[in-house]
């Protein structure tokens, strides 16, 4: 439903339902979901409450589609992450996103937010995550596919190791104030998928 709408909008349109999901997810960064209220972002936006209402008919559509943008970000598209040096760019980024952002509105902070008490929130975040780990699981069957990685390599606990570190640790380097934890997940990630890779003949 909510990409009919998103391709029936007038250029216009899509502006102003930019600027209210920017001002969302800078003032849930900040706040939180709970301490974020459609008041605060139909005036950080600068809109009228029924310019708001018009794209998002209830707060938990505004969440939804905050969500759904930041499922969208992805740890990586397929073709991308497909191999261990193009891995360790993208942990290496990661880290470094880690360490210069501040207040983070992100799957990990929505997901430790939203999914003790708001089921639909849990399930829209839980396909985000399914997509990430589908695009790392794609990424390491291309590996394996080309004789990178070992044939009996267990690619859904690769998949789902990297995927665990880059979210856990970005959680856990929000709350220390450090991206080290990040690093150091991400790290060890990397070495379960290292210890697979086929080492050269000779």
Known sequence: MVER?????TPKGEATRTRILDAATALIGAHGVAGTSTDQVRHAAGVSGSQ?????????????????????????????????????????????????????????????????GDEASRAEV???????????????????DRGTLRPDADLDDLALALLAALQ??????????????MRAAMGAALDRVRSNVVEPEG
């Open 52 to 116: 708001l209402y018009h794209y998002f008919a209830t707060k938990q559509a505004l969440i939804g589609a905050v969500i759904a943008r930041q499922a969208a970000v992805g740890p990586g598209a397929p073709g991308v992450l497909d191999s261990v040096e193009a891995l360790e760019a993208w942990a290496d980024a990661a880290v470094a996103r880690q360490g210069v952002v501040g207040g983070r509105c992100d799957l990990s902070t929505l997901a430790a937010e939203l999914c003790a």
């Open 126 to 144: 839980r396909a985000g995550y399914e997509r990430w780990r589908v695009a790392l699981l794609d990424a390491l069957r291309a590996m394996r």
């Open 168 to 181: 856990g640790g970005s959680l856990l380097a929000q709350v220390l104030g450090t991206a080290e934890p």
């Open 5 to 9: 709408i998103v391709r029936r909008l």
